[in-house]
């Protein structure tokens, strides 16, 4: 049976190569190839020299990348071409260290410049719905839900990719189990675990979300015990690594966040213990998805 051409670069997105730490998949070449498909759509050209994506990719790897990610972008930039979606002008100039890894000094001085393969570029202009699959695939692969639209407004693609792409109607592979959100708002009565807020309307709450502790793109389970009811704010403040529970249930905030209003929506949090705790012991967060979060996606 032949391939159509697309379903081939699809199945390179989806198979592209990172390294697993903490049980999450390392996003460097996800964050790379996103940024090139923002600036592939902000009509930018296609081949890039190192030192004018290095900071960019840097801050997109600070932001969302795992807490103890040293910024090194030109690992992404260099290793990226393994998985045939791009290419580098003259990586002949570059030296490699035993273990494969390119000189920054080499990647800077000679200018090498990268980019998206033709044959990828080529597909993005010609099918959107092929773009939107992509994007769509990336982010539901390596990211919560909570964090796609920051992702999509750092990197220059909200509302560029897609016939209409509202935020939220993105493909998702996760189909969520909606027992899950109910379970988990059932056992915090539909509060915030960290700020209590409790809002309804109609006898129905709203700005309450079920967010995983470990997340689902991380193979975390749709368990009452791997979930905490958290309003919207706080729950991509949570995915985002700006807090995190220990085992005791104590809130730990980092000190990446700042702002006019952060003590107010978050620092008086630090050092108590959650507003909301089930009752049933059974349905409190347990230790070892706790003990991931902290890990994986707190930034201290
Ligand atoms: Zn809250």
Redesign the pocket.
Known sequence: MTRNPNDELLHRVQTIRVALRHGRPSPHKPLLLLLAIGRHFSGQQRLIAYGEIEGDLNGLIRRFGLPDSRENAHYPFWHLTNDRLWELDRPDLVRTTTSGDPYLSDLREHDIRGGLTQDFVYALDSNPDFSWRVVGNLLSTYFPPSLHQNILESVGLVGRVGPSWPVGTMPRQDARDPRFRQAVLQAYMSR??????DVQVAGQPIGIEAAHIKWHCAKGPARVDNGMA??V??HKFFDAGLFTVLTDFTVLVGGLASGNSVQESLNKYGGSVLQVIPERSDQRPAANFLRWHEEAVFKA
């Open positions: 915030c675990a960290l700020c209590e807020l958290l309003c704010l706080h």
